[in-house]
Structure formats: structure tokens, C-alpha cells
């Protein structure tokens, strides 16, 4: 990767997080080896105070552009000409580390968010019925992020098994090791749950860290984002590669999944039918939310007996279980490419 900095804190913030991932780096420090690099480099990192140097170059647009700094003036003022996402330091360190694991081994792994377009759409159950798929063909984690969902361990009966959670990973940042060793595993699945008690508020850094672990051990990582707009169900959505909003029936719920969708700007996010839409085909939510439907859940009256019970969510029947595999070969398709 292109690290385009001088000495300071942000070349020491971008090289100390690559030396984390085990990443080889070139630093630059003019615009003439910038031009170099541009295109060859996977990544290219621009600290705050040469980013007008590097605009004025006008180089060709290209993806993974990434403006760092502690300017927030300067970061504002840069990121649309070169095309880059911003970093801001000194509290992005971790989402650092995070945007840099994909240039290592943890960037084949899919991270997917599940949310319900409405409470009550099923969206924690089709996330742990993807993760207790996915668990079958190699070890796959489930990550609760709703502060208010009351912990997805319930779902899969783990209430009761030990492990960390969310209150002893809260103080996590930067390069986080294995985890696997220290969380509840139920089926292969290792869950980040939320705990009984005090309302934990997650912040963004720790929970980038704990994904990037996550990213480093496991197949595929589920995201449970919730739908309470907290901002760490917003940096969920962020750091997920993709969004499925689960719609149950009715007219009032594609309403109200449109609502959430503009709200949270899911442009790129799609759409999981559950159960038939009352007046409403496939093609008729796909146009009102704006967004593609990808699959078709049957209901299956089985599945909120087994949630109450802490049964798995493939104790459902073979049509939910059929539909949640084609599901899952789609939305973890990108896995090793």
C-alpha cells in the first residue's frame, strides 16, 4: 500500500496499524512518487497536510483512497476532489485497523448485517440462522450491536454459557488478537452478545476492533444492528460489505421500511422478503423501497417457538432452512474472490 505522509502522527497511526496487519508499505513524501504508485498501490493513504498536493496532481479516479488526519477543515475540504473516504484521528485508529484488514487475509470474509425493516420482522433470527449455516462449512461469528435488543445469546440458547461479552470487549481498540478462546460458541457460532444489566454504550472504535478480529478467524461475520438509530447500529451498517433489510408482510411494513431506509441511507442495501406482502408482489417493494429483492423467506410457525425455548433457528422447517442457504450463498458469494 501508498502511505503518502511525513513524519508525525498520522504517518505513525497508518504505519503502526499496517505493521499490525503484517502489511508492506511504501511511504512517499512527493507528489512525483505519488503519481508512481497511484495506480499499482491496493491502497493509498493521504495524510491531511499533502492532500491539496496530491489534488492538484489530478490524478485518475480510483477506489480505496483514504484521507487521514486530525484537520477536520482540511479533511472536508479534500475528500471529494481526491475521491477518498476520511479518517479522523486521533479516535479513527481503529476503524484504521479495520480499513486496512483488507489488504489481509481477514478481507476474504464477508461481513453481513441483518436488519428488520419493522419490529418484529425477524431480522436476529434470519442473522443466527445465517451464522448457524455458515458454522456448518467453517467457524462463523453472530455480533450483537442493538444496546437495547435485550442479547442475541437468548436466541440461540447461550444466556448461560461463559464468555465475554460486550461489557468486557467495551475498552477494545486498535489490533485485537484471537477471540475465539474467550466468547460463547453455540453450534460453531462465536457470539459477541450483549449482557444482562446496565445499558452498555458502544462506541465506534471498539466495536471496529472486535470486527477486525472477528474478520481474522472466522468465514463470515453476521451483524445484528438492531433498529434502535444508536450510533452503534450505524457503524454496524458502516463497517458491513453488505445490508439485508428483512421486510415482513403487509403494506404498513414496506412503509415503515422505507422510512428506515432513507433514514440510515441505504442506498446499497437489500431487501429479504418474510412471508407474502398483502397487495404487494417482489417487484412492487423492490420499487417503493428502491432497492432489489434478493430472497423470499416462507414463514414457518415453528421459529418463535424455538426463539422462546433458546433453540437453534434451523430447528425450522426445510422450506425457511432452503431459503436461508440459497440466502447465504449469495450474500457470503464473495468469500475467497
Do not use: N
Request: hydrophobic fraction near 45%; include cysteine.
Amino acid at each position: 500500500m501508498l502511505v503518502v505522509a511525513g513524519p508525525g502522527e498520522t504517518q505513525e497511526a497508518v504505519l503502526a496499524a499496517a505493521a499490525a496487519q503484517e502489511l508492506e508499505t511504501r511511504t512517499v513524501t512527493s507528489t512525483a512518487e505519488v503519481a508512481e504508485g497511484w495506480r499499482s498501490a491496493r491502497s493509498v493513504f493521504v495524510a491531511d497536510d499533502f492532500a491539496e498536493a496530491v489534488a492538484g496532481r489530478a490524478l485518475p479516479p480510483r477506489e480505496r483512497v483514504f484521507l487521514v488526519g486530525a484537520d477536520r477543515a482540511v479533511l472536508a475540504r479534500w475528500s471529494a476532489p481526491l475521491g477518498a473516504r476520511v479518517i479522523g484521528l486521533p479516535e479513527g485508529r481503529a476503524w484504521l485497523g479495520v480499513v486496512l484488514g483488507g489488504g489481509s487475509a481477514g478481507s476474504r470474509t464477508p461481513v453481513v448485517a441483518v436488519l428488520g425493516g419493522c419490529g418484529g420482522a425477524g431480522a436476529s433470527t434470519l442473522a443466527g440462522s445465517l451464522a448457524c449455516l455458515a458454522a456448518r462449512a467453517g467457524p462463523s461469528a453472530l455480533v450483537d450491536a442493538d444496546p437495547v435488543g435485550g442479547g442475541i445469546d437468548l436466541l440461540l440458547g447461550a444466556e448461560r454459557e461463559e464468555g465475554w461479552r460486550w461489557p468486557r470487549l467495551s475498552g477494545a481498540e486498535g489490533h485485537v488478537g484471537d477471540l475465539r478462546p474467550y466468547l460463547p460458541v453455540v453450534d460453531g457460532v462465536s457470539l459477541v452478545s450483549m449482557a444482562r444489566g446496565p445499558r452498555v454504550d458502544l462506541a465506534r472504535d471498539p466495536l471496529a476492533a472486535i470486527l477486525g478480529s472477528l474478520r481474522r478467524s472466522h468465514d463470515l461475520v453476521v451483524l445484528d444492528p438492531g433498529r434502535s438509530l444508536a450510533s452503534a447500529s450505524r457503524e454496524a451498517l458502516r463497517l458491513a460489505d453488505r445490508v439485508l433489510v428483512v421486510v415482513a408482510g403487509g403494506v404498513r411494513a414496506v412503509a415503515a421500511a422505507r422510512e428506515l431506509v432513507h433514514a440510515l441511507q441505504l442506498e446499497q442495501a437489500e431487501v429479504v422478503l418474510r412471508g407474502a406482502v398483502q397487495g404487494l408482489g417482489a417487484s412492487a417493494v423492490a420499487e417503493a423501497l428502491g432497492l432489489p429483492v434478493v430472497a423470499e423467506l416462507p414463514e414457518d410457525r415453528r421459529l418463535p417457538l424455538a426463539a422462546e425455548r433458546g433453540l437453534t433457528p434451523l430447528k425450522a422447517g426445510r422450506r425457511y432452512r432452503a431459503a436461508c442457504e440459497r440466502l447465504l450463498t449469495r450474500a457470503g458469494g464473495e468469500r475467497g474472490e
